[in-house]
Nanobody
């Protein structure tokens, strides 16, 4: 059973930074493609960033240049460093782990960007 636990969300001022963490309880974490998604109120969940087992990264256009995804396989953790935050970055951020046809999700962590 794969469990993903996010942490690091909170309230931040526009222009501020947050770092989200997602800790995985799974063997062979290194083979998983990991991703961060977010869901704003009244909107569909969208992919924000992903990182492959070989550490190739990709980002949505809305966060490119501001967010950085990284992973520490020894700690079985994936991170999302978020800088220059904007009010439109507000939402629940979910961690996703993918291996083959299987997707696993965390419970989400709230990020609110507001003055």
């Amino acid at each position: 059973q794969v469990q993903l636990v996010e942490s690091g969300g909170g309230l931040v001022l526009p222009g501020g930074s947050l770092r989200l963490s997602c800790a995985a309880s799974v063997s062979l974490f290194s083979i998983y493609t990991m991703g961060w998604h977010r869901q704003a109120p009244g909107k569909q969940r969208e992919l924000v960033a992903s990182i492959t087992s070989g550490s190739s990264t990709s980002y949505s256009d809305s966060v490119k240049g501001r967010f950085t995804i990284s992973r520490d396989n020894a700690k079985k953790t994936v991170y999302l460093q978020m800088n220059s935050l904007k009010p439109e970055d507000t939402g629940v951020y979910y961690c996703r782990g993918t291996w083959g046809p299987n997707n696993y999700w965390g419970q989400g962590t709230q990020v609110t960007v507001s003055s």
